[in-house]
């Protein structure tokens, strides 16, 4: 009997050739891989007929733990190879790891991860000596364009050098224990017929060690815990997804380029990486000449001979693309002398060359292959793409919006909505979606299978994922989720965390989104169909009562108007306008507090101004002067901080003041320049709580006041930004003061 043990690098073209040949070479009775032991039995399912790339995806989900993990495969995947050769000479195929929810694999997002994180100290110093930039670079050099003579020894010594060094942790140890016992079951059961074994190199050290002694009996899979939910399917994946440039965490980066690499060699994967890099660019109109193509080509054949490669290697191809097609210095490092994203800012020949290298695969399930229910549920009633303009006010546009909703939740691509019902408005009674095509929409779907059974019930096990440790905010849109969705149950649970939470809050700004959603369900019960409603009436009582103690106790100078705290004060006022009497909130301690903020000079301008709105508008007057109040304020350096919170709670009552425009036009009109300018982007934002029509109505009554003749238009559009005619007139006054200082202009 021969046991061959094949240690691979994940998605690697040169370690898949071995494969293939060493499992046509020896025939064996049994091919063992690493991969998911309970995925044995759905063996036939895997090897349908794919168009690859796709992978296994595993859902986990108990009242602890929430995990959800891939096996990719594409086409120069050992293990894909190992599989498909060990098919077509008659061997018995078996996955020999852990299933993907097992807890020696719960910080595993993705099985074939590679190991070289554990072991960086060695490839480390493997790159200084062969002066490459990182182990991509070195795994190239030493294996995918070296010539195949050797490889199995070399890999072998390449991964005994780095496991030689490593500390194995508890987990990689249980792994590696029950892999090695279907290694030995398998031998005993194969008798002198030879088995073959293809597992990430990291563990082949340990397999050949473990393998020599212990039970020979076929290990049983393990079995989920009975309260979980467990559910693998194949998913159609795509390069994309699989590229190290784009976030993937295994294997080789670039599959575009290695597909070329497996299909057509080292020379036509270097020829078809430049053909693909010239198009992409030219499809974007920048001008890629057949002298620089020349050029990039020169560069990187003479790069290969100096690196000692018989052909360009992908880096060798890159610097030269990059040193032909990029004219400017390049201040950063290039993205392929090291792993991980691509940094944002990079050059946009250098983006395309990453694209280009990463290539647009997309894979493609049969038609036969099994999927989880929550994917024919959804797709038997989503319909096709277009708008989609919905009546909350009749049934069946409430259901399909709460089918959308779900969707929403789960994070299903191509699911958008445009316009409805929010936070702030929650009686919105029409709402707006857009459903566009999505090449991710199944992958995502068959993921979300892993929570539920129907869109309902998975919708509700992703929002109650996000409760445990959620602050207020979160809460907060926990709770307008739950109602959009139409899960009443889970709506309930959120208002109970919420209650607790209203009364230790510390934030004024996250109460007051708290109170916002809660008192939309309080008064669109009807919309919402929000259960304990009795709950929710204590959520708006306590929120509002905690604002207002929250709101008296902030102190601060002049500062940026905060926006939130601002909305907060405006909650409030919708509290005790909406549900002041049913809900028995004083009313008159409000607005003593409201007084009291608003004369109280140690309280930021903002607050302030939205107290004295507070008040303006709960009474439909001022408690004191407002003309008086106005002038006291207008400060340049606070003036428009203190008008944002004035108007954000009583905008209607400034408007129709009689007098009030009139004074806020002479107020800005005796403003120095300086003065003007610095008070500008609070000004701006103050009167930008005023809606369009609203805005024209202010803008008429200036252009009666001033120029009779103009028109209210020509006020309201520029034909520059304001901040650029803004910073025209301070250019202007330090011109002019220039001039002055050199008695080139008169005082």
Same mark, same amino acid.
């Given at each position: 009997?021969?046991?061959?043990?094949?240690?691979?690098?994940?998605?690697?073209?040169?370690?898949?050739?071995?494969?293939?040949?060493?499992?046509?070479?020896?025939?064996?009775?049994?091919?063992?891989?690493?991969?998911?032991?309970?995925?044995?039995?759905?063996?036939?399912?895997?090897?349908?007929?794919?168009?690859?790339?796709?992978?296994?995806?595993?859902?986990?989900? +108990?009242?602890?733990?929430?995990?959800?993990?891939?096996?990719?495969?594409?086409?120069?995947?050992?293990?894909?190879?190992?599989?498909?050769?060990?098919?077509?000479?008659? @061997?018995?195929?078996?996955?020999?790891?852990?299933?993907?929810?097992?807890?020696?694999?719960?910080?595993?997002?993705?099985?074939?991860?590679?190991?070289?994180?554990?072991?960086?100290?060695?490839?480390?110093?493997?790159?200084?000596?062969?002066?490459?930039?990182?182990?991509?670079?070195? !795994?190239?050099?030493? %294996?995918?364009?070296?010539?195949?003579?050797?490889?199995?020894?070399?890999?072998?010594?390449?991964?005994?050098?780095?496991?030689?060094?490593?500390?194995?942790?508890?987990?990689?140890?249980?792994?590696?224990?029950?892999?090695?016992?279907?290694?030995?079951?398998?031998?005993?059961?194969?008798? +002198?017929?030879?088995?073959?074994?293809?597992?990430?190199?990291?563990?082949?050290?340990?397999?050949?060690?473990?393998?020599?002694?212990?039970?020979?009996?076929?290990?049983?899979?393990?079995?989920?815990?009975?309260?979980?939910?467990?559910?693998?399917?194949?998913?159609?994946?795509?390069?994309?997804?699989?590229?190290?440039?784009?976030?993937? $965490?295994?294997?080789?980066?670039?599959?575009?380029?290695?597909?070329?690499?497996?299909?057509?060699?080292?020379?036509?994967?270097?020829?078809?990486?430049?053909?693909?890099?010239?198009?992409?660019?030219?499809?974007?109109?920048?001008?890629?000449?057949?002298? +620089?193509?020349?050029?990039?080509?020169?560069?990187?054949?003479?790069?290969?001979?100096?690196?000692?490669?018989?052909?360009?290697?992908?880096?060798?191809?890159?610097?030269?693309?990059?040193?032909?097609?990029?004219?400017?210095?390049?201040?950063?490092?290039?993205?392929?002398?090291?792993?991980?994203?691509?940094?944002?800012?990079?050059?946009?020949?250098?983006?395309?060359?990453?694209?280009?290298?990463?290539?647009?695969?997309?894979?493609?399930?049969?038609?036969?292959?099994?999927?989880?229910?929550?994917?024919?549920?959804?797709?038997?009633?989503?319909?096709?793409?277009?708008?989609?303009?919905?009546?909350?006010?009749?049934?069946?546009?409430?259901?399909?919006?709460?089918?959308?909703?779900?969707?929403?939740?789960?994070?299903?691509?191509?699911?958008?909505?445009?316009?409805?019902?929010?936070?702030?408005?929650?009686?919105?009674?029409?709402?707006?979606?857009?459903?566009?095509?999505?090449?991710?929409?199944?992958? &995502?779907?068959?993921?979300?299978?892993?929570?539920?059974?129907?869109?309902?019930?998975?919708?509700?096990?992703?929002?109650?994922?996000?409760?445990?440790?959620?602050?207020?905010? $979160?809460?907060?849109?926990?709770? %307008?989720?739950?109602?959009?969705?139409?899960?009443?149950?889970?709506?309930?649970?959120?208002? +109970?965390?919420?209650?607790?939470?209203?009364? &230790?809050?510390?934030?004024?700004?996250?109460?007051?989104?708290?109170?916002?959603?809660?008192?939309?369900?309080?008064?669109?019960?009807?919309?919402?169909?929000?259960?304990?409603?009795?709950?929710?009436?204590?959520?708006?009582?306590?929120?509002?009562?905690?604002?207002? !103690? =929250?709101?008296?106790?902030?102190?601060?100078?002049?500062?940026?108007?905060?926006?939130?705290?601002?909305?907060?004060?405006?909650?409030?006022?919708?509290?005790?306008?909406?549900?002041?009497?049913?809900?028995?909130?004083?009313?008159?301690?409000?607005?003593?507090?409201?007084?009291?903020?608003?004369?109280?000079?140690?309280?930021?301008?903002?607050?302030?101004?939205?107290?004295?709105?507070?008040?303006?508008?709960?009474?439909?007057?001022?408690?004191?002067?407002?003309?008086?109040?106005?002038?006291?304020?207008?400060?340049?350096?606070?003036?428009?901080?203190?008008?944002?919170?004035?108007?954000?709670?009583?905008?209607?009552?400034?408007?129709?003041?009689?007098?009030?425009?009139?004074?806020?036009?002479?107020?800005? &009109?005796?403003?120095?320049?300086?003065?003007?300018?610095?008070?500008?982007?609070?000004?701006?934002?103050?009167?930008?709580?005023?809606?369009?029509?609203?805005?024209?109505?202010?803008?008429?009554? =200036?252009?009666?006041?001033?120029?009779?003749?103009?028109? @209210?238009?020509?006020?309201?559009?520029?034909?520059?930004?304001?901040?650029?005619?803004?910073?025209?007139?301070?250019?202007?006054?330090?011109?002019?003061?220039?001039?002055?200082?050199?008695?080139?202009?008169?005082?």
């Amino acid at each position: 009997m021969a046991v061959t043990f094949l240690g691979v690098r994940h998605h690697s073209p040169a370690c898949a050739r071995l494969v293939a040949d060493t499992i046509h070479s020896v025939r064996p009775a049994y091919v063992l891989v690493e991969g998911p032991a309970d995925m044995n039995h759905r063996m036939d399912e895997l090897l349908l007929g794919h168009e690859l790339p796709i992978a296994v995806y595993t859902g986990y989900r +108990d009242a602890h733990r929430r995990h959800g993990s891939w096996t990719p495969l594409c086409d120069y995947s050992p293990e894909w190879v190992a599989l498909t050769a060990g098919r077509a000479v008659g @061997a018995e195929l078996r996955f020999i790891d852990l299933p993907a929810w097992h807890p020696a694999l719960a910080e595993v997002r993705n099985r074939y991860a590679d190991a070289e994180a554990r072991y960086s100290e060695v490839t480390g110093r493997l790159c200084r000596t062969f002066s490459v930039d990182n182990v991509d670079a070195l !795994w190239d050099h030493l %294996f995918e364009i070296e010539p195949a003579d050797g490889l199995a020894e070399r890999l072998a010594a390449y991964f005994d050098l780095v496991r030689g060094d490593t500390r194995t942790d508890s987990d990689d140890m249980a792994r590696e224990a029950y892999m090695a016992q279907w290694v030995r079951a398998a031998v005993a059961d194969a008798g +002198d017929r030879p088995v073959v074994v293809v597992t990430g190199g990291f563990h082949r050290p340990a397999l050949m060690r473990l393998a020599k002694q212990g039970d020979r009996t076929w290990p049983e899979v393990p079995r989920p815990p009975a309260d979980a939910v467990v559910g693998s399917y194949l998913v159609p994946y795509s390069f994309r997804r699989m590229d190290a440039f784009d976030g993937y $965490q295994s294997g080789m980066p670039s599959p575009g380029y290695y597909q070329h690499l497996w299909e057509s060699g080292p020379a036509e994967a270097a020829r078809r990486l430049t053909e693909t890099v010239t198009a992409r660019l030219r499809a974007r109109r920048r001008p890629v000449s057949t002298a +620089d193509l020349i050029a990039a080509r020169a560069t990187a054949d003479g790069l290969a001979l100096m690196r000692g490669h018989p052909h360009p290697a992908r880096v060798d191809v890159l610097d030269g693309l990059a040193g032909a097609l990029v004219g400017e210095a390049i201040e950063a490092p290039l993205p392929w002398a090291a792993r991980g994203p691509l940094q944002a800012g990079s050059h946009p020949v250098i983006v395309e060359m990453i694209a280009a290298l990463s290539g647009d695969r997309v894979g493609r399930l049969h038609d036969s292959t099994p999927l989880p229910p929550l994917v024919h549920a959804v797709l038997a009633v989503l319909g096709g793409p277009g708008e989609e303009l919905l009546d909350l006010g009749e049934e069946p546009g409430r259901e399909r919006s709460r089918l959308l909703h779900r969707l929403r939740v789960l994070r299903i691509p191509g699911v958008e909505r445009i316009s409805g019902p929010r936070l702030a408005d929650g009686a919105e009674l029409v709402e707006r979606w857009t459903l566009t095509e999505s090449g991710d929409r199944l992958p &995502a779907l068959i993921e979300a299978g892993g929570y539920g059974a129907d869109p309902q019930e998975a919708a509700a096990a992703a929002l109650a994922e996000r409760i445990p440790g959620a602050n207020l905010d $979160q809460l907060a849109d926990l709770l %307008f989720d739950a109602a959009l969705c139409g899960i009443g149950e889970l709506a309930g649970q959120v208002l +109970d965390d919420m209650a607790r939470a209203v009364g &230790a809050a510390a934030d004024l700004g996250s109460l007051g989104r708290t109170l916002t959603v809660a008192l939309a369900m309080w008064r669109h019960d009807d919309l919402f169909r929000t259960s304990g409603s009795t709950t929710v009436a204590t959520v708006v009582r306590a929120a509002t009562r905690r604002a207002l !103690w =929250l709101a008296e106790g902030v102190r601060g100078g002049p500062a940026p108007a905060d926006l939130q705290r601002v909305n907060a004060v405006a909650a409030v006022r919708d509290a005790l306008r909406h549900a002041g009497p049913s809900l028995e909130l004083d009313t008159d301690a409000a607005l003593g507090v409201a007084d009291r903020i608003a004369a109280c000079r140690d309280a930021p301008p903002d607050l302030r101004g939205a107290s004295l709105g507070l008040g303006w508008s709960l009474r439909g007057r001022a408690a004191a002067d407002p003309a008086r109040a106005v002038r006291g304020a207008f400060v340049p350096a606070s003036a428009g901080d203190w008008l944002a919170g004035l108007f954000a709670l009583a905008r209607e009552e400034v408007l129709h003041t009689d007098g009030m425009l009139e004074l806020l036009d002479d107020l800005v &009109a005796e403003m120095t320049d300086h003065d003007f300018l610095v008070a500008l982007p609070a000004l701006r934002q103050a009167f930008g709580f005023f809606p369009p029509r609203e805005r024209h109505l202010i803008a008429t009554r =200036l252009v009666e006041r001033r120029a009779g003749d103009a028109s @209210a238009w020509d006020l309201m559009r520029l034909d520059a930004a304001p901040e650029l005619v803004a910073a025209g007139r301070a250019l202007d006054e330090r011109v002019e003061a220039a001039l002055r200082r050199e008695g080139l202009i008169a005082s």
